[in-house]
């Protein structure tokens, strides 16, 4: 079946280290999409990619990064300069450019930083 | 800049219907419809295009005022599973991204 992924589902991360949550798509998708979600809140956009070694700041970039070395995979890296970073982080993809093309969410990371 | 969504909330009792409004202080290219329960991914309801085209689910429908910008969502006589948090996102010219509205909580009961 086709679809996203993100591991881990659940991660604790002591104040100060960084964190990379995964996130793999088998759709055969070209954009691929970070957001975070805060209790009680909607999805902000923190980056996205449109191909393959291309990515855009979102919203929310500020102490976060990411790569696009493969389609099938757009890794978030949450760094410590990124001041609150318990959240909800959830990853989607779109067959091409989003305005024209729903996007598929995969399951979230929940990160709860100690 | 983020869309506004109201209400905030609804309750509804089974059968009943409700309306959600997605309001944007610009021009919309398109706007999208999702529906997430408490710890899940969203999920797809929705497309609406400027122009009038649409896309998605067919029990649900919707509406877009581009003139307005802004768009609704039509739940008409609800079931137990539209329970969740509606969140409608949106393409303006300037953006080539979705931003996401805060969400409508909607309770739907017996």
């Known amino acids: 079946d086709g679809g996203i992924t993100q591991s881990p589902k659940y991660l604790f991360r002591k104040e100060g280290q960084n964190v990379t949550l995964s996130c793999e798509q088998n759709?055969?998708?070209?954009?691929m999409y970070w957001y975070r979600q805060d209790p009680g809140q909607g999805l902000r956009l923190i980056y996205y990619s449109q191909i393959v070694n291309d990515f855009q700041k979102g919203d929310i970039a500020e102490g976060y990064s990411v790569s696009r070395e493969k389609k099938e995979s757009f890794p978030l890296t949450v760094t410590s300069a990124q001041k609150n970073p318990t959240a909800f982080y959830l990853c989607?993809?779109?067959?091409?450019?989003?305005?024209?093309?729903?996007?598929?969410f995969g399951p979230g990371t929940r990160l709860t930083v100690l | 800049q983020q869309p506004v969504q109201s209400p905030q909330a609804v309750i509804l009792r089974e059968g009943e219907d409700a309306v959600i409004n997605c309001s944007s202080s610009?021009?919309?290219?398109?706007v999208h419809w999702y529906r997430q329960k408490h710890g899940e991914a969203p999920v797809f309801l929705m497309i609406?295009?400027?122009?009038?085209e649409q896309k998605g689910h067919d029990k649900i429908s919707a509406s877009f005022n581009e003139k307005k910008q802004q768009s609704s969502l039509y739940l008409t006589a609800s079931q137990l599973s539209y329970s969740g948090t509606y969140f409608c996102g949106t393409f303006t010219g300037t953006a080539s991204k979705l931003t996401f509205g805060t969400g409508t909580r909607l309770q739907v009961t017996l």
């Open positions: 759709l055969n998708h070209d954009a």
């Open positions: 610009k021009a919309l290219y398109s």
């Open positions: 609406l295009l400027k122009g009038g």
């Open positions: 989607a993809s779109s067959k091409g450019q989003g305005v024209y093309n729903e996007q598929f």
